[in-house]
């Protein structure tokens, strides 16, 4: 547990991307209830919302949390934290656009912004959880690790810098934790795939495959990982193939919105811009160098459209 700012200070405002599957949508809320919980007495209020696909909008959670208070004339400050594994195009332009649009709507708001979650050695923790999990289903009293290939199965990004990150979690992953070998794997937008991970570890000889899918909660990319790595396992019923389960709403998480809540508020916090490729030019991305970022139009927002960046703006390094 972070340490506790003053009971006056910033609300915190979690953001996620949204989805259609209300499984999904429930442990987000479920996680909002958690934070909340762990939170109580110290932190003056938590929402969340979503920038597209389910709501409530982001628009809707800023005017709950700050809207009234700038009414009223009093101070309009929030902690936004993206739920978001890596500085991909949510963390970076996305989020931070529909933030901006927020300040527009609301003169006055003033807000800081977290770090992505990931990569963390708390969700390397929790992965390694679900896997040990997962090998228990699979031989009573748990399989060994020391056989066991992990398939890590990202979301995907047109995003290089994003898409390293999560390869950074494979790495992570296997170091010092006994599995024979760490394989990475994206569902959409980025190679390689699941199925062509799962036939890599097939080739090194592997006859128990763990995938780990590297998502938060229920939708339609983790299903989507689920049914490809049953596909494979139908293909190549020799092989003992396990899908491992989500991070989920745990504790462990709920901590770790909380860490980058108090993080922000100690200081300047600013994403990683090394390899951002909407400021350096990397090979296959230069078209993205100067890139305006606009926000995701939520069909819940019921108060239009604003322009909030003009061309060659950076949404994503705005800190109110």
């Given at each position: 547990?972070?340490?506790?700012?003053?009971?006056?200070?910033?609300a915190?405002?979690?953001?996620?991307?949204?989805?259609?599957?209300?499984?999904?949508?429930?442990?987000?809320?479920?996680?909002?209830?958690?934070?909340?919980?762990r939170?109580?007495?110290?932190?003056?209020?938590?929402?969340?919302?979503?920038?597209?696909?389910?709501?409530?909008?982001?628009?809707?959670?800023?005017?709950?949390?700050?809207?009234?208070?700038?009414?009223?004339?009093?101070p309009g400050?929030?902690?936004?934290?993206?739920?978001?594994?890596s500085?991909?195009g949510?963390?970076?332009g996305?989020?931070?656009?529909?933030?901006?649009?927020?300040?527009?709507?609301?003169?006055?708001?003033?807000?800081?912004?977290?770090?992505?979650?990931?990569?963390?050695?708390?969700?390397?923790?929790?992965?390694?959880?679900?896997?040990?999990?997962?090998?228990a289903?699979?031989?009573?009293?748990?399989?060994?690790r020391?056989?066991?290939?992990?398939?890590?199965?990202?979301?995907?990004?047109?995003d290089?810098d994003?898409?390293?990150?999560?390869?950074?979690?494979?790495?992570?992953?296997?170091?010092?934790?006994?599995?024979?070998?760490?394989?990475?794997?994206?569902?959409?937008?980025?190679?390689?795939?699941?199925?062509?991970?799962?036939?890599?570890?097939?080739?090194?000889?592997?006859?128990?495959?763990?995938?780990?899918?590297?998502?938060?909660?229920?939708?339609?990319?983790?299903?989507r990982?689920?049914?490809?790595?049953?596909?494979?396992?139908?293909?190549?019923?020799?092989?003992?193939?396990?899908v491992?389960?989500?991070?989920?709403?745990?504790?462990?998480l709920?901590?770790?919105?909380?860490?980058?809540?108090?993080?922000?508020?100690?200081?300047?916090?600013?994403m990683?811009c090394?390899?951002?490729?909407?400021?350096?030019?990397?090979?296959?991305?230069?078209?993205?160098?100067?890139?305006?970022?606009?926000?995701?139009?939520?069909?819940?927002?019921?108060?239009?459209?604003?322009?909030?960046?003009?061309?060659?703006?950076?949404?994503?390094?705005?800190?109110?």
């Amino acid at each position: 547990m972070p340490a506790a700012p003053a009971p006056d200070g910033p609300a915190l405002l979690i953001i996620g991307h949204g989805t259609r599957d209300a499984t999904g949508v429930a442990q987000f809320r479920q996680l909002i209830g958690r934070v909340r919980d762990r939170s109580a007495g110290w932190l003056p209020a938590v929402d969340g919302g979503f920038i597209e696909l389910a709501a409530p909008p982001v628009g809707e959670v800023v005017t709950r949390l700050a809207g009234t208070r700038l009414a009223d004339g009093g101070p309009g400050e929030l902690v936004a934290v993206p739920l978001v594994l890596s500085a991909a195009g949510h963390g970076k332009g996305d989020i931070p656009a529909a933030l901006a649009r927020e300040q527009v709507r609301h003169p006055g708001l003033r807000y800081r912004y977290g770090r992505p979650l990931g990569p963390h050695p708390v969700l390397l923790d929790v992965l390694e959880a679900r896997i040990d999990a997962a090998l228990a289903e699979q031989t009573p009293g748990g399989a060994p690790r020391a056989g066991t290939h992990i398939v890590l199965a990202g979301r995907g990004s047109t995003d290089p810098d994003g898409n390293a990150e999560v390869a950074k979690v494979a790495r992570l992953l296997w170091e010092g934790r006994g599995y024979a070998d760490v394989g990475l794997s994206f569902i959409s937008l980025a190679e390689p795939s699941v199925p062509a991970a799962l036939e890599r570890a097939r080739r090194l000889g592997a006859e128990r495959i763990v995938v780990a899918p590297y998502f938060l909660f229920a939708g339609v990319l983790p299903d989507r990982v689920t049914a490809q790595a049953g596909a494979f396992a139908e293909q190549h019923p020799g092989i003992g193939v396990q899908v491992a389960g989500l991070i989920g709403a745990c504790d462990e998480l709920a901590g770790l919105v909380l860490e980058r809540y108090a993080e922000a508020l100690r200081g300047d916090i600013r994403m990683n811009c090394d390899t951002c490729a909407y400021r350096i030019a990397m090979p296959g991305f230069a078209d993205k160098v100067g890139q305006p970022q606009t926000p995701h139009h939520h069909p819940h927002d019921l108060a239009g459209e604003l322009s909030v960046h003009g061309p060659g703006q950076h949404a994503h390094h705005a800190s109110g």
